[in-house]
C-alpha cells in the first residue's frame, strides 16, 4: 500500500503538471458549466412550470451532477491520448505499482474539479440558487458529487485504454452528452412516458441528482420513484460502489497488459 501511495502520488503530480500545460482545455471545462447554466435556466425555465429562480434552484444540482458525469470523457480522452502518444508504453516500463497511473490520473481529476465547482456555485448563488439546509449536508452533497465524479473518471479511463485512439475517444466522450438528457438533471422525471422514466430515474446521474436537491434543500425527494431515486443518499452509494468496483479493476488491468 505504501508503494501505491508514494506511485499514486507522483503521478499525481506528473497529471497535475499536464493540465497546467493545456490551460485552454482548462478554461473550456470550467466555463462549459456556467454556460449550461445560464442557458438552460433562462431557457428551459421559461417554458417549464416552474417560475424561473425555482427552476434554477432546481437545476444546479444537476448540472454540477452532469459536469461530475464529465469525467467519463475527459479520463477517457487522456487515457487515449497517452496510450496514442506511446506514454502508456513508457510508464509501464517503470518499476511502479500498476494502479499508480490510473489512481494518479483519476485523483488529479477531481482535485481539478473540485477546483472548477467553485465559480460555477458563485454564479449559482448570483441567479438565485441557495443552499437550504445545513453546511454539514453541504459538505456532504459536495463530498457525494466528487465521489462520482472520481466513480466515472474510472469508467473513462478504462475506455480510453480501450479505444487507443484519440479520434474514437473524442468521438465517443461526445456522445456522453446524452446521458444527462436521459435523467432528471434538467428536468422533473414524473410527466415522462413509464418505461423512460424508469430508465431516466435508474441512470446513476438521477440519483446523484435528487441526493444533491435534497441535501442542498433545494427540491423534495418525488414520490413513486424508482428505488435509487426514492433513497437517493444510498442509491448514489450504491451506484458509486458499483462503478468502482467493476471499472477500477478493469482499468488497471488494462493499464497492467496492454493490448494483451
Not at 473518471?153 to 456522453?176: C, D, K, P, V, Y
Amino acid at each position: 500500500m505504501s508503494t501505491l501511495t508514494h506511485d499514486g502520488t507522483a503521478m499525481l503530480g506528473r497529471q497535475l503538471q499536464r493540465i497546467r500545460n493545456t490551460p485552454g482545455l482548462l478554461i473550456l471545462t470550467q466555463t462549459m458549466p456556467i454556460t449550461m447554466l445560464l442557458f438552460f435556466g433562462y431557457v428551459f425555465g421559461s417554458a417549464l412550470a416552474m417560475p424561473g429562480e425555482e427552476y434554477r434552484s432546481f437545476l444546479v444540482p444537476g448540472l454540477l451532477v452532469a459536469t461530475a458525469a464529465n469525467g467519463i470523457m475527459t479520463g477517457m480522452f487522456q487515457a487515449a491520448q497517452d496510450v496514442h502518444r506511446g506514454v502508456t508504453d513508457r510508464l509501464r516500463t517503470l518499476p511502479i505499482s500498476r494502479a499508480a497511473v490510473p489512481l494518479g490520473q483519476s485523483a488529479a481529476d477531481v482535485l481539478v474539479t473540485a477546483v472548477g465547482m467553485v465559480p460555477s456555485l458563485l454564479v449559482g448563488l448570483a441567479v438565485g440558487w441557495r443552499v437550504e439546509k445545513s453546511a454539514l449536508q453541504a459538505l456532504g452533497a459536495v463530498g457525494l458529487l466528487l465521489l462520482f465524479r472520481f466513480a466515472t473518471t474510472w469508467i473513462g479511463i478504462f475506455l480510453g485504454l480501450l479505444t487507443r485512439s484519440e479520434e474514437a475517444a473524442g468521438q465517443l466522450g461526445g456522445a456522453t452528452f446524452i446521458l444527462p438528457l436521459l435523467s432528471n438533471a434538467y428536468i422533473p422525471t414524473e410527466g415522462l412516458p413509464g418505461w423512460l422514466r424508469t430508465l431516466a430515474e435508474w441512470n446513476p446521474i438521477s440519483a446523484v441528482t435528487t441526493a444533491l436537491r435534497d441535501l442542498f434543500g433545494n427540491a423534495p425527494v418525488p414520490e413513486g420513484a424508482a428505488w435509487p431515486v426514492a433513497h437517493p443518499i444510498a442509491g448514489s452509494l450504491m451506484w458509486c460502489a458499483v462503478l468502482l468496483a467493476v471499472f477500477a479493476p478493469l482499468a488497471v488491468r488494462r493499464y497492467a497488459h496492454g493490448e494483451g
